[in-house]
């Protein structure tokens, strides 16, 4: 059984990693240079997705269960963000408040709109905003990285992140095409996950202490592991034994294809 975060614990990470981003912003020398690990963006058009996209999640809780999520907006199309530093950087901190407002008013266990219907997430916005703290805490990554100063992820944002990871993005009820396998996960910090992949599709488990290994075991810090599954370092930068394919091919398998 996944060890999920308690909701105001996750609320105040999203809270946390916001500021970071933020921080990170502020001390760019030049908003308009592109990010190495989102090419097509500038680190403007970083902060536009940013803030439009907490704006855009604040919609979809407030909307609850059953109702269409907005649509997206292009940080390359009409900007909504403000040019001004200082401006701009308010705009971000009522983006993310926005969306922890309409959190806090909808608490954990109410449902909205998700992606990942087919996971073993549940789609409710206490699910929404474990993700959101994952996607806030990558893009400040991204940010530091652009300036020559990336940090690792904090270890209580990493690990929670490689469990939400797994059972949100990873897993799916759709049947695995290639062949059947099994992928363990350990972190430095002490926790350790088993991917079973097969005909029942992807599925996400605390790996026992005592179990035999997987066909491909993986180890590193959390951070990395998260950042590598955000495909922001490369798998080789983790330890690695037995066969890599399996992770691999699930890098580049979209089940909804």
């Known amino acids: 059984m996944s060890k999920i975060l308690e909701f105001p614990e996750v609320l105040?990470?999203?809270?946390?990693?916001?500021?970071?981003?933020?921080?990170?912003?502020?001390?760019?020398?030049?908003?308009?240079?592109?990010?190495?690990?989102?090419?097509?963006?500038?680190?403007?058009?970083?902060?536009?997705?940013?803030?439009?996209?907490?704006?855009?999640q604040a919609a979809i809780v407030a909307a609850g269960p059953g109702a269409e999520p907005p649509p997206r907006t292009d940080p390359k199309g009409a900007p909504t963000a403000p040019r001004e530093r200082e401006a701009l950087d308010a705009w971000l901190a009522e983006s993310t408040a926005l969306m922890l407002?309409?959190?806090?008013?909808?608490?954990?266990?109410?449902?909205?709109?998700?992606?990942?219907?087919r996971s073993q997430a549940p789609e409710t916005s206490g699910a929404l905003a474990r993700h959101q703290v994952q996607e806030i805490a990558v893009h400040t990554y991204d940010v530091q990285l652009t300036q020559g100063a990336a940090q690792p992820l904090p270890t209580d944002?990493?690990?929670?992140?490689?469990?939400?990871?797994?059972?949100?993005?990873?897993?799916?009820?759709?049947?695995?095409?290639?062949?059947?396998?099994?992928i363990d996960l350990h972190t430095t910090e002490g926790r350790s996950w088993r991917l079973t992949l097969?005909?029942?599709?992807?599925?996400?488990?605390?790996?026992?202490?005592?179990?035999?290994?997987?066909?491909?075991?993986?180890?590193?810090?959390?951070?990395?592991?998260?950042?590598?599954?955000?495909?922001?370092?490369?798998?080789?930068?983790l330890e690695n034994t037995g066969v890599t394919r399996p992770m691999e091919q699930l890098a580049d398998w979209d089940p909804n294809a």
Do not use: K
Not at 25 to 39: F, N, Q
């Open 101 to 117: 407002d309409a959190l806090r008013e909808a608490g954990p266990d109410r449902g909205c709109w998700t992606w990942w219907g």
């Open 157 to 182: 944002v990493a690990v929670e992140g490689v469990d939400e990871f797994l059972t949100t993005v990873a897993a799916t009820t759709v049947p695995w095409p290639f062949e059947p396998a099994t």
């Open 198 to 237: 097969n005909g029942g599709g992807v599925h996400c488990d605390d790996l026992d202490a005592d179990a035999e290994p997987g066909d491909m075991v993986m180890r590193g810090t959390a951070s990395d592991m998260v950042l590598y599954l955000y495909d922001r370092i490369p798998l080789d930068s």
């Open 12 to 56: 105040r990470l999203i809270e946390d990693r916001s500021a970071a981003f933020r921080a990170a912003l502020a001390s760019a020398p030049d908003l308009d240079v592109p990010v190495p690990t989102c090419p097509d963006w500038t680190l403007r058009e970083l902060a536009q997705h940013l803030g439009d996209g907490r704006r855009r």
